[in-house]
């Protein structure tokens, strides 16, 4: 059963069968795409780990820093997603609505990063100000002064990515993310380590990897956007680049809500990391680790998030209402359904994700060991309900629904995870165990909430 034509707008309402597997295939390439751009810092953390439990600890403060931010502004331009596939959904005059939309996009993501590049010229200072060791904060303001110029290109090639998404072409994506893990690591290990006749730059090495990759990434969809057949008659980065107010409102009044909500959802992680770094090295160490693979399984179920964005826009842009629930429910179950098999592999078989990231044969690497493998057992219990909660955002997003999920993650992620986690902690006495706990109850909160809003809304569509 077709579902897309040569530019990926539907043509036939697809029923359950036909609906997931549309999902699967729009997905795969997504979910590896994701998954191979979480590699990235998965092995900037693996080479981290070789420069011993200081510069993995410092590296962690200045890592979670620059995410929490940096998804801050990835979800402001994420806006480009649902804005393009509607155009898509509607067919009416898309080529330059939208060349315009995707401008648009850019321009954004310029504008959203030059204040985060002034606030984390002062890591230094932001980390000494949450308690964090002198040491610790001078070797992660280290980190950050090479780590913070990936921001921008890392952005463009987020808003490039979205048109590929939309177009089915997200294969291409995957290509540039997967040589990206190559490039990474090469020029990781050369920097960090000093080989090739380069010096050794340790965590300012990682940094700098991290900035020349994000350049060939936008780079490499720069150049597929330009010269890709199906994508040459957009003419992308070639004309339309003033300013269009209108379309630039929309988009940010529908990206700063999603923004807000990544940031609510990072700040939950952002500040068990510094509650970490207070309780001790081996906590924030084994933390680090333990997040890390959480990290990366969470790729599938936001990828999922981004394919009901997708589906859940185009069906609702060409007027399907009654199709709109079956889109957002069946990347729901895929979502959710990988997250219950990765919450069983985290059960049994913890030590083997941890020998990724640690050499578990070292002796002074035990006790963070024994920790990450116990923290990586509390990171299963949310796996259902963060693939939940993320997968939720996606299908509300397709029907441009932002500004009450923001809301709801507000309540879910300070209103219960912050606090809590800091209760159980500090005020219980549980140590890092207790600052799981609180993340597992901030997630299921907003998980229950984003997803009876869309329970809501998309059966109010199946009857319009």
Request: glycine content about 10%; overall charge positive.
């Amino acid at each position: 059963m077709a579902f897309f034509t040569d530019n990926s707008t539907p043509t036939k309402a697809p029923h359950w069968p036909a609906e997931l597997r549309a999902s699967l295939v729009l997905g795969a390439p997504m979910v590896l795409a994701n998954l191979a751009q979480a590699a990235l810092s998965a092995t900037d953390v693996a080479l981290m780990g070789r420069l011993g439990p200081a510069a993995l600890a410092a590296g962690a403060l200045a890592t979670a820093l620059y995410h929490g931010l940096m998804i801050f502004c990835m979800g402001v331009v994420s806006a480009t997603l649902p804005l393009v596939s509607t155009a898509l959904g509607r067919r009416k005059r898309p080529l330059r609505e939208v060349r315009l939309l995707m401008h648009q996009g850019l321009w954004l993501a310029l504008w959203v990063c030059l204040p985060v590049w002034a606030l984390l010229w002062h890591t230094e200072a932001i980390l000494r100000a949450m308690g964090q060791s002198a040491e610790a904060s001078a070797m992660a303001a280290e980190f950050m002064r090479t780590l913070q110029w990936a921001l921008l290109p890392y952005l463009g090639f987020l808003v490039l990515r979205s048109l590929l998404a939309a177009t089915g072409l997200q294969r291409w994506t995957l290509l540039v993310a997967l040589l990206a893990i190559a490039v990474n690591a090469v020029l990781a290990w050369a920097l960090m380590f000093g080989r090739g006749g380069l010096p050794a730059m340790g965590l300012a090495g990682a940094g700098l990897a991290t900035t020349l990759c994000s350049l060939f990434m936008c780079g490499g969809l720069a150049a597929v956007v330009r010269w890709h057949p199906v994508l040459r008659p957009y003419h992308l980065l070639r004309t339309d680049w003033q300013v269009e107010p209108t379309r630039l409102k929309a988009m940010v009044k529908l990206g700063l809500p999603i923004g807000l909500t990544f940031a609510f959802e990072t700040s939950i992680f952002y500040a068990a990391v510094m509650m970490m770094g207070r309780i001790g090295p081996h906590e924030l160490a084994a933390h680090a680790v333990a997040i890390q693979i959480a990290s990366i399984s969470f790729m599938v179920p936001l990828s999922f998030g981004q394919v009901a964005t997708i589906r859940v826009a185009m069906a609702h842009g060409a007027g399907r209402y009654a199709d709109v629930a079956r889109a957002g429910w069946s990347a729901f179950v895929l979502g959710v359904g990988f997250m219950a098999v990765m919450a069983v592999v985290m059960l049994t078989t913890p030590l083997t994700l941890v020998r990724v990231f640690m050499d578990t044969d070292l002796p002074g690497n035990a006790p963070v060991v024994a920790l990450a493998v116990h923290f990586l057992a509390l990171a299963a219990l949310f796996q259902v309900v963060d693939g939940a909660q993320a997968v939720a955002a996606g299908m509300l997003r397709g029907l441009h629904d932002t500004r009450v999920p923001m809301w709801f993650a507000a309540l879910g992620y300070w209103g219960f995870g912050i606090p809590l986690s800091a209760l159980f902690a500090f005020g219980l006495d549980w140590g890092g165990t207790g600052v799981w706990l609180g993340l597992l109850t901030g997630l299921s909160a907003a998980a229950v909430l984003l997803t009876w809003r869309w329970w809501r809304l998309a059966h109010r569509h199946r009857h319009s």
